[in-house]
Nanobody
Framework: QVKLAESGGGLVQAGASLRLSCAAS????????MGWFRQAPGKEREFVSR????????DYADSVKGRFTIFRDNAKNTVYLQMNSLKPEDTAIYYC????????????????WGQGTQVTVSS
């Protein structure tokens, strides 16, 4: 069974940085595409970023492009999301997920999800 656990969230001021981690247990992530999604209060879950199984291909939502970087360390079985220049509109619960379907930006194509980590950015 795939178990994913996010960490690294917190409360920061606008302009600050955070690095989120997504660690897997009882499962090797190597070779599997992984994604980050977020959900703000009252809003639908939205795609943030995705990385291919070998780390060679990355995708980003327009809202985070140039500020967020996704990367992975398969030796540590961990995927990361480096978030710079954070804005209040980045406030949300951030989830990592393992892609099992064909759509890299569609939540329905990710079967396994972590419990989420809260990111709050104050103005």
């Amino acid at each position: 069974q795939v178990k994913l656990a996010e960490s690294g969230g917190g409360l920061v001021q606008a302009g600050a940085s955070l690095r989120l981690s997504c660690a897997a247990s009882e499962f090797h992530l190597s070779g599997y595409a992984m994604g980050w999604f977020r959900q703000a209060p009252g809003k639908e879950r939205e795609f943030v970023s995705r990385i291919s199984g070998d780390g060679s291909i990355t995708d980003y939502a327009d809202s985070v492009k140039g500020r967020f970087t996704i990367f992975r360390d398969n030796a540590k079985n961990t995927v990361y999301l480096q978030m710079n220049s954070l804005k209040p509109e980045d406030t949300a619960i951030y989830y990592c997920a393992l892609q099992t379907g064909l759509g890299p930006m569609t939540a329905a194509d990710y079967r396994y999800w972590g419990q989420g980590t809260q990111v709050t950015v104050s103005s």
